[in-house]
């Protein structure tokens, strides 16, 4: 079964009562079959088929597609000489493939549990495994064959990429399943001869599962061993506004990627204010300068200073001044509020945080922050900035925006976009650093909406975007299953209930589909949700006011000027 849409204006919908010419190729891209159906009024077909007979195996494709002979539909217009639909469309053929082998079902699969506990190198490890049978029941008394393989790795130059380099199997062994189909593979995690403290091993677990008919399984895990048993991580936002709520997240894993509790502190530290300088400079730094930084800082106030104030992230390894300090245990907070950071003035942070492991190991997390503080009029570094003030623009039918800007007067002309149709256009006088502005939605308008600022200041041109959201509402459709059952049993008929309930009370078409749940033993497959695609939204800007440089050379004085 499928589902025929269409998609005109942004607007998707279904397309009923067509003819499709369906498809089916084997591997070798041979037609095997070919037939006709009809989409209806929910826009969707089904139909069925045999595969021949000693057919060959791989994977096959079934294509829906545009008929041969149109002139033959019932809906062609043979005044106007075309297909009312087919000669209108831009068509995207349709395919699946699905694969065709020859195999005996599987009885049962077997798997292995996490390993939950740190794990150090020169440990003994613990790996539990089990085989379970598809019906439920276990699989006692089954022989395994088992292996441990160590995949060393190597930190080069403290960047913290690891490069594998060897591979040693250090154990191998048999063993079989206890009465509830569970057995145990033990090992130590020893290093190798070239091990370091910065050493990562992982440990690969191969475990092969025969029953008592014969009938083999497969089961694989990695379990990771170091020198340290953690890793802990932060996470904070690039840029904090104080006005919002924030949080800081706190991460403790084993090396197996376990979530362990751990005892910890963490420091906010002040790096630096935010440059105020927001014009970048029009020439070149000069080799020799002939005016002092003080002195072009007072000609050129919002001119910076340097070409570029790219900083090769000099900011992670300055110390800073610390302000702010908590002890923390992982297992009971997580989540950090930020609400004392309200009366932090604006400019670049960094959060560190550390603690030790199970064996006295210390380890340190650092992350770069912005901290914009919300009491402020404006944004530093900046010439103008934009920042949506209502919650709900859909609801209101407008969106109210904050302009802010450093310098006490500028123009700005605004517009807006959607879908890139520019629906607004207004040019503003910013009087006093802030402004406020509404711009009216038009109606039924609904995804994002592109705001976009274009400013002329000191012979140069600056340019703003902000990006809202004005969510879609959506008809919900309530799926619930009354009655359900994941076990079959063979020549038993089954069946399943679902209640189907849509918001607003319209036809609804239901496509449903199943599959035996053993067959990923053999291949897995992807069952992806209906994707109609979004057009893309970007702001229709008319051509900017540029500036430029301008190149002459002195005859004679071999040099050139700008």
């Known amino acids: 079964m499928a ?35 009809t989409t209806n009024e929910s826009g969707s077909f089904s139909g069925e088929f045999n595969l021949p007979k000693n057919t060959i195996t791989g994977e096959f494709e079934i294509f829906a597609d545009e008929p041969d002979d149109l002139k033959n539909d019932p ?102 399943t206890d009465a509830s189909g569970k057995f145990t593979v033990d090992f130590i995690a020893a290093p190798d001869d070239k ?43 690039d840029i904090v506004k104080t006005k919002n709520k924030n949080f800081l997240t706190l991460t403790s894993r084993n090396l197996n990627g376990q979530f362990k509790a751990v005892n910890g502190i963490f420091k906010i530290y002040f790096i630096k204010p935010f440059d105020y300088r927001f014009k970048n400079r029009t ?71 550390s603690a030790t492991d199970d064996l006295q190991n210390e380890l340190e997390s650092t992350q770069l922050f912005q901290i914009l503080q919300s009491k402020e009029p404006f944004v530093q570094g900046k010439l103008f900035s934009f920042e949506q ?11 109210e925006l904050a302009v802010t800007s450093c310098v ?39 995804g994002d909406v592109v705001i976009g600022g274009d400013v002329v200041f000191s012979n140069d041109s600056f340019h703003e975007e902000l990006r809202v959201s004005v969510p879609q509402e959506k008809d919900m459709i309530i799926i619930e299953a009354e009655s359900f059952r994941d076990k079959l049993q063979p ?26 749940s053993s067959l990923d033993q053999f291949a897995n497959r992807n069952w992806p949700g209906l994707s109609f695609g979004s057009p893309y939204n970007y702001l229709a800007r008319k051509n900017p006011v540029g500036f430029g440089v301008a190149e002459f050379a002195l005859r004679g004085l071999g040099q050139h000027y700008r």
């Open 408 to 446: 006490p007067q500028i123009y700005v002309m605004l517009a807006a976009s959607r879908e890139s149709k520019t629906f607004f256009e207004q040019q503003i006088s910013l009087t006093g650093n802030k402004t406020i502005v509404k711009i009216p939605l038009p109606d039924d308008l609904s």
């Open 75 to 176: 809906k062609y217009d043979r005044i106007a000489d075309e297909h009312p639909f087919w000669d209108n469309v831009n068509f995207d053929d349709g395919h699946v493939s699905f694969s065709v082998e020859e195999y005996k079902r599987p009885k049962f699969e077997a798997s292995f549990s996490p390993v939950m506990e740190n794990v150090a190198v020169n440990q003994k490890v613990s790996v539990k495994g089990s085989a379970k049978a598809f019906a439920g029941t276990s699989i006692s008394d089954a022989k395994v064959n088992y292996s441990v393989t160590r995949i060393s790795y190597r930190n080069y130059l403290d960047f913290q990429r690891f490069q594998q380099e060897d591979e040693d199997e250090i154990i191998s062994g048999e063993t079989n």
């Open 195 to 237: 091990d370091r403290t910065e050493s990562i091993y992982s440990y690969r677990i191969k475990a092969d599962i025969t029953d008592i008919n014969g009938e083999t399984h497969s089961a694989n895990t990695i379990i990771k061993a170091g020198h340290r048993t953690l890793e802990i991580d932060s996470a904070i936002p």
């Open 3 to 37: 589902l025929f849409h269409q998609q005109k204006n942004g607007d998707v919908s279904v397309v009923s009562g067509i003819n499709l010419k369906v498809v089916i190729e084997n591997p070798n891209s041979e037609d095997i079959q070919t037939f006709t159906v």
């Open 389 to 399: 003030q209502n919650d709900n623009p859909q609801k209101d039918g407008f969106v």
């Open 491 to 516: 020549g038993i008929p089954e069946s399943w209930t679902f209640r189907i309930s849509p918001s607003d009370g319209a036809k609804t078409e239901v496509l449903a589909s199943m599959y035996d």
């Open 283 to 353: 020439w070149e730094q000069p080799e020799f300068k002939t005016i002092s930084d003080s002195d072009f800082s007072r000609l050129f106030p919002y001119e910076k200073t340097a070409v570029s104030d790219f900083d090769f992230n000099v900011e992670d390894n300055t110390e800073g001044t610390l302000v702010y300090t908590k002890k923390v245990n992982t297992g009971k907070q997580k989540d950090i509020p930020l609400d004392f950071m309200a009366n932090y003035k604006s400019g670049r942070y960094k959060v560190v945080f």
